[in-house]
């Protein structure tokens, strides 16, 4: 059974950063694509990142770029999300997803998905 476990949210203010992790279980996270998705209240969910774990290639979010960098620890099955110079318009849940299908990663379609975690970011 995969899991996905998102850590490291909380609450900061603007100009912080914070460290979000993704421990994944079940799951061979060094297959197809990870990714990191955002959902502010009232909005909907969108991709933050791509990270395809086979070949180390990123896609980010215009939002974050130069501001958030993704990262993966293949020993530990755990993906990274620093997250630097945080917005008060990052405040959002943050979700940790997974998929083992090159195909469905090219159109940011994923199978599995963590339960998330906090961010909020005040001015």
């Known amino acids: 059974q995969v899991q996905l476990v998102e850590s490291g949210g909380g609450s900061v203010q603007a100009g912080g950063s914070l460290r979000l992790s993704c421990v994944a279980s079940?799951?061979?996270?060094?297959?197809?694509?990870m990714g990191w998705f955002r959902q502010a209240p009232g909005k909907e969910r969108e991709g933050v990142v791509r990270?395809?774990?086979?070949?180390?290639?990123?896609d980010y979010n215009d939002a974050v770029k130069g501001r958030f960098t993704v990262a993966q620890d293949t020993a530990k099955n755990t993906l990274y999300l620093q997250m630097n110079d945080l917005k008060p318009e990052d405040t959002a849940m943050y979700y940790c997803?997974?998929?083992?299908?090159?195909?469905?990663?090219?159109?940011?379609?994923?199978?599995?998905w963590g339960q998330g975690t906090e961010v909020t970011v005040s001015s």
């Open positions: 997803s997974a998929e083992p299908s090159d195909s469905r990663c090219s159109i940011h379609a994923y199978t599995y």
């Open positions: 079940g799951y061979d996270s060094t297959s197809a694509c």
């Open positions: 990270f395809y774990t086979s070949h180390g290639a990123t």
